[in-house]
């Protein structure tokens, strides 16, 4: 084989693959790794995520409606960055608890849904309260004067009143 035509092989190879073309490769060669399924779920949360941090300071108010983004209560905000990219969730934090599957405190990832028993409603364990996991122990949730803000999942309240956790992605 002459080195142009191994020269026109190579890179035709070369454009064929980078276009994700890997059933189209030319006998011999190796196609890229496909993506699996937890890297799609794992961008997924962190679009979710980075959407969520934009309505950061938005204000809170109980019951907000789910149609506008002036501002949010805790369930119709994860209801709209969720909904976003393709995830329907229930209207309340209540409803919100019970989709997905159930996940470890020690075991959760971003994008998990996280719940809370707090604030004057609190019961013992009812749910009052869901945010988003973002990882290294950090939520995205909206409530009281700070409106959307981060917190720390495991220290004050949060961690006092945390009650369990839901994978939707």
Known sequence: MNKQKLFQKVLTVGIIS?????????????????QTAESVSVSKATQIVNFGEKYMGTPYKFGASTST?????????MKHIFKKYGVTL???SVAQSKAGTAVSKSNLKKGDLVFFSSGSRSTGRNITHVAVY???GKI??????PGVTISNLNSGTWKKTYVKARRVL
């Open 18 to 34: 980078s276009i994700g073309f890997g059933s189209f490769l030319a006998s011999g060669a190796e196609a890229a790794p496909a």
């Open 69 to 77: 983004t002036a501002v949010f209560d805790c369930s119709s905000f």
């Open 90 to 92: 229930p209207r309340t």
């Open 134 to 136: 973002m990882g290294n």
């Open 140 to 145: 995205l949730h909206t409530y009281g004067k």
